[in-house]
């Protein structure tokens, strides 16, 4: 199959690299808005996992219609081209946005599906033989950047139409699974939030049973009372007296926690967890080394080890520092990152973190691994706050963090609500897994089409057994 493959360059094929719009009416920071008519994107809209939208901007259509360049179209490729470069996202009709331009340090490339498919040259644009043009293309130390001229350089190898429809079918299997996984887990967390922000923030079992038993109500808690009596009208009781049972029908005051439901206690993290330090200051090596966890590692409740770096242990010893299942990693250093968390739910092999990152090991004596970890994500945009230092060079004090006083339910109630903590977990865990997985056999499968090693009823036999 290989011998029927064409080598060419991104300007040989015809492949057009657009810019955005520079001029005079390019929007001023004031024009933005959190809605609108056209989304800009910014860099974090563009990952490696292709489009993220947790951050949007948008601006009008009078703004939009004035502006000349930059503006996608359904199929369109977006490649990051300063800072992170690379990085690459894909607008097909799964993206939600009608209308989007591109931002500054990105480029938007369009081919002719005659000659080469959208999908196939967005699967090009996400393997190793990009990557390695790029990395051996781009210049600039202080802010790397991949100039236009130099995109038109990159080679690509092309082989028919046809050809390119079976190979994007076949690795794009892999990445609609992968996505699937994606949102399996956004929806897992959100289950997971959700169930422990009722029981043990909202207090919603606990002020039901208050209400039904015609006890006193604080008045600091009467809103919350009078929202949970609306939203039970007409609601049909279910026989849950079990779990009821296990959740007081009183509320009292605390000094630290001010009212928190009787019985329950109000803790320090210090006095929670067997472990709340920072991590080592590495000695990085490329190989045999053992996994660090840096702040990059650490997004959206996931840790990501595909982007650690190796310590070398004979320059830096870990012992005693390794990470284990269940431990909460806390980001611990500068603007935008400080505060963001992850629980370390699977480790294939060994790993550490650097300084700059905490970890907060619970003491599972007095809590439950899961709950501890749904607690501390509970948590999470307070501790964001609590960083402290010059811009750009805000700390997060592990005093301040281990004073950090927060509410605890009885262990037999953890007990409980921890099985179904660790179902999302163990679930989650699984589709990452699965998803790392998928993702190594889709970034082989490309390079093996074009050496002709690999044979597309036998790549179709893999992709079958991967999923």
Known sequence: MASDWKTTTF??????????????????????TESGYCLFLNTGNVTKDGFKFSSTEFISSERDQLLRKGKLQREDVVLTTRGTVGNVAYYDSSIPFDHIRINSGMVILRSDDTKILP?????????KLFEDQVIALQSGSAQPQLPIRDIKRVE??????????TIAHILGTLDDKIELNRQMNETLEAMAQALFKSWFVDFDPVIDNALAAGNAIPDALQKKAAERAEQRKGIKKKDNSDIQALFPDEFEFTEDMGWIPKGWGASTLDDL??????????????????????QRCIRNHSIDYSVCRLNDESLRKVEGRHLEVGDVVVNSTGVGTLGRMAQVLYLDEPAVVDSHVTIVRPN???VKP??????????????????????????????HLGELVVCVPPIKLQEFVEKSFLSYSD????????????A????????????????????????????
């Open 11 to 32: 300007e040989e094929s015809s492949i057009e690299i657009l810019d955005g719009d520079r001029g005079k009416n390019y929007p001023k920071k004031s024009e933005f």
């Open 119 to 127: 999908r196939y040259l967005y699967l090009f644009l996400r393997s």
């Open 156 to 165: 690509i190898k092309v082989p028919s139409v046809t050809e390119q429809k």
């Open 273 to 294: 967890t067997t472990e709340l330090r920072r991590g080592i200051s590495p000695k990085y090596t490329e190989v045999d080394g053992v996994r660090v966890v840096n």
């Open 364 to 366: 599972t004596e007095l």
């Open 370 to 399: 899961y709950t501890f970890g749904r607690l501390m994500l509970s948590i999470e945009p307070l501790v964001e706050s609590m960083g402290l230092g010059s811009t750009g060079q805000t700390e997060l004090s592990r005093v």
């Open 427 to 438: 679930k989650s865990a699984f589709n990452i897994q699965q998803n790392i997985t998928l």
């Open 440 to 467: 190594k056999l889709r970034d082989t499968l490309l390079p093996k089409f074009m050496s002709g090693e690999l044979r597309i009823a036998d790549a179709v036999a893999l992709v079958d057994e991967a999923i």
